[in-house]
């Protein structure tokens, strides 16, 4: 049977109704005692909630966490896409600094040697099939390129352009061995014929059996006629050692090239020699080398009292008393 | 006597109470999770008298009003609970075929909790407060009947032996 209720019940009822109501009505008049009881109840909770705050956050992470996986596994792919990008973005990027320090450089020498030159990414580094050494550049006969014209990068001279397509060109290096240059030394302005030899080396043999040549002296390209294939000026490389050529019709020295052929990026075609020859103004700087200061240590002798050895004067006096 | 029982419910209540908001709180769960306190509150009356059912809903919505994250007027809740703990209280109070049966009281429990959420929207968007837009609100509103549905059963059974502790009048099998 179902319970009836009676007055009494109603009329509770009721009261709390009223009581709630007026309440609400105190609340929403904007009685200051109303305020101040939830500002209270906060002020009570508060630091339990922050305590239970960090003692409960792993867990409430984890169950959210377990609530969310599908969603944490799409932010999760999403995140790992958005890493990725960025990871190739970043490598990008360093690759850019590099193509424009390089850039910088080529347009420092151009600019000192007085060339007017035409910049060009490297596209291919050539195959050791090829049995050459040789790169690919992205510009051909679209940006007026031709046939036997000098390549450069910041360091000095690459190569030199041997075929030349609609828009990519092929560039021989100077290690090739089929690569030959005239050069001139700077200072001694002595002449020789530079040979590539398939490595980072190449072997300088000078014209006149009279002249000499020694370690450390650099090499510059002697210019050709017309400014094909090689322009004047440019640096080549530098003379690491000169062997014992007794006997021989001429002297011979082997020399490192400036540039680095194994990491270039970016390179430039010269279009037009220089009016004047710029000589040796584009032989690069020496070294000079970083002083190191040289540390010097005083060291002063401790006395002794009564055979011990003491830290100061004032403990071996009190040592005797 | 009537003041040592209050005085005991007015503990448990608090007591679920700060569990609520230091425990439950910090737990996001989907569809808006649920009110552990609200649960307890209902459950509590479920298992009273009318008039027990009244003040005990009473009492735990003027908790409820108190907290920190209420954005509604004080007495909001305290009107709310306790028309629905009456009514809960009344219908299974006087309903023989329901007296006993667990599953009935889970059930009563889950529809109060739904019901006391909607008037307290239904409030709300009287007094002028924002309520949200209505798929966030039906999807919390039924998110909060369906996890107490699935709470309720683990509640139960402690708010019954409290219960029975205290008034020693009505149990929960």
């Given at each position: 049977?179902?319970?009836?209720?009676?007055?009494?019940?109603?009329?509770?009822?009721?009261?709390?109704?009223?009581?709630?109501?007026?309440?609400?009505?105190?609340?929403?008049?904007?009685?200051?005692?109303?305020?101040?009881?939830?500002?209270?109840?906060?002020?009570?909770?508060?630091?339990?909630?922050?305590?239970?705050?960090?003692?409960?956050?792993?867990?409430?992470?984890?169950?959210?966490?377990?609530?969310?996986?599908?969603?944490?596994?799409?932010?999760?792919?999403?995140?790992?896409?958005?890493?990725?990008?960025?990871?190739?973005?970043?490598?990008?990027?360093?690759?850019?600094?590099?193509?424009?320090?390089?850039?910088?450089?080529?347009?420092?020498?151009?600019?000192?040697?007085?060339?007017?030159?035409?910049?060009?990414?490297?596209?291919?580094?050539?195959?050791?099939?090829?049995?050459?050494?040789?790169?690919?550049?992205?510009?051909?006969?679209?940006?007026?390129?031709?046939?036997?014209?000098?390549?450069?990068?910041?360091?000095?001279l690459?190569?030199?352009?041997?075929?030349?397509?609609?828009?990519?060109?092929?560039?021989?290096?100077e290690s090739d061995p089929a690569f030959r240059i005239g050069v001139r030394i700077a200072g001694s302005q002595e002449i020789g014929i530079l040979s590539g030899q398939g490595t980072d080396r190449a072997m300088l043999q000078l014209l006149d059996s009279q002249s000499s040549v020694k370690r450390g002296d650099v090499l510059v390209a002697r210019?050709?006629?017309?400014?094909?294939?090689?322009?004047?000026?440019?640096p080549v490389g530098v003379v690491t050692s000169v062997p014992n050529s007794a006997g021989l019709v001429s002297q011979l020295a082997e020399v490192k090239f400036f540039?680095?052929?194994?990491?270039?990026?970016?390179?430039?075609?010269?279009?037009?020699?220089?009016?004047?020859?710029?000589?040796?103004?584009?032989?690069?700087?020496?070294?000079?080398?970083?002083?190191?200061?040289?540390?010097?240590?005083?060291?002063?002798?401790?006395?002794?009292?009564?055979?011990?050895?003491?830290?100061?004067?004032?403990?071996?006096?009190?040592?005797?008393? | 006597?009537?003041?040592?029982?209050?005085?005991?419910?007015?503990?448990?209540?608090?007591?679920?109470?700060?569990?609520?908001?230091?425990?439950?709180?910090?737990?996001?769960?989907?569809?808006?999770?649920?009110?552990?306190?609200?649960?307890?509150?209902?459950?509590?009356?479920?298992?009273?008298?009318?008039?027990?059912?009244?003040?005990?809903?009473?009492?735990?919505?003027?908790?409820?009003?108190?907290?920190?994250?209420?954005?509604?007027?004080?007495?909001?809740?305290?009107?709310?609970?306790?028309?629905?703990?009456?009514?809960?209280?009344?219908?299974?109070?006087?309903?023989?075929?329901?007296?006993?049966?667990?599953?009935?009281?889970?059930?009563?429990?889950?529809?109060?909790?739904?019901?006391?959420?909607?008037?307290?929207?239904?409030?709300?968007?009287?007094?002028?407060?924002?309520?949200?837009?209505?798929?966030?609100?039906?999807?919390?509103?039924?998110?909060?009947?369906?996890?107490?549905?699935?709470?309720?059963?683990?509640?139960?059974?402690?708010?019954?032996?409290?219960?029975?502790?205290?008034?020693?009048?009505?149990?929960?099998?």
């Open positions: 049977m179902r319970y009836g209720g009676d007055n009494r019940s109603r009329l509770l009822l009721v009261t709390l109704i009223v009581t709630s109501l007026f309440l609400i009505t105190l609340d929403m008049r904007g009685v200051q005692l109303i305020s101040s009881l939830r500002q209270g109840t906060q002020s009570v909770l508060g630091p339990f909630q922050r305590v239970a705050s960090t003692a409960f956050t792993p867990i409430g992470n984890f169950f959210s966490d377990v609530a969310h996986l599908g969603r944490t596994r799409t932010q999760l792919t999403s995140l790992v896409d958005q890493n990725a990008k960025l990871r190739r973005s970043l490598i990008d990027l360093k690759g850019t600094d590099a193509q424009i320090k390089q850039l910088k450089s080529i347009l420092n020498l151009a600019g000192t040697g007085g060339y007017k030159i035409v910049s060009a990414k490297v596209i291919s580094q050539g195959t050791s099939l090829s049995f050459s050494q040789s790169i690919t550049i992205d510009i051909g006969a679209n940006a007026h390129i031709t046939r036997d014209m000098t390549v450069i990068c910041g360091d000095g690459v190569g030199v352009v041997k075929e030349v397509y609609a828009s990519t060109s092929l560039v021989l290096l210019g050709s006629e017309g400014g094909k294939p090689f322009v004047p000026g440019v540039t680095h052929l194994h990491a270039l990026s970016v390179v430039a075609v010269v279009l037009r020699a220089p009016v004047i020859d710029p000589r040796d103004a584009l032989v690069p700087a020496k070294p000079t080398p970083t002083p190191i200061p040289t540390v010097t240590i005083f060291v002063t002798p401790t006395p002794f009292a009564s055979g011990v050895p003491s830290a100061t004067p004032s403990n071996s006096a009190a040592t005797k008393n | 006597m009537y003041t040592r029982r209050g005085s005991y419910t007015a503990l448990i209540f608090l007591f679920v109470y700060a569990v609520e908001f230091m425990v439950v709180d910090q737990v996001h769960l989907p569809l808006g999770g649920f009110s552990l306190f609200l649960i307890f509150v209902l459950s509590w009356s479920a298992l009273s008298s009318p008039e027990i059912g009244a003040i005990g809903g009473f009492f735990g919505g003027f908790l409820l009003d108190l907290a920190p994250s209420s954005n509604g007027p004080m007495g909001q809740w305290a009107l709310i609970l306790s028309g629905v703990g009456f009514g809960i209280a009344f219908l299974r109070y006087g309903d023989d075929s329901l007296r006993g049966s667990p599953l009935s009281l889970v059930v009563f429990v889950a529809g109060a909790v739904v019901i006391s959420i909607c008037v307290y929207v239904l409030l709300n968007s009287l007094f002028g407060l924002e309520v949200g837009n209505m798929r966030q609100l039906l999807r919390s509103i039924g998110g909060n009947g369906l996890w107490t549905l699935a709470i309720s059963p683990f509640v139960l059974p402690v708010a019954s032996r409290l219960h029975r502790a205290i008034y020693e009048t009505r149990e929960f099998q």
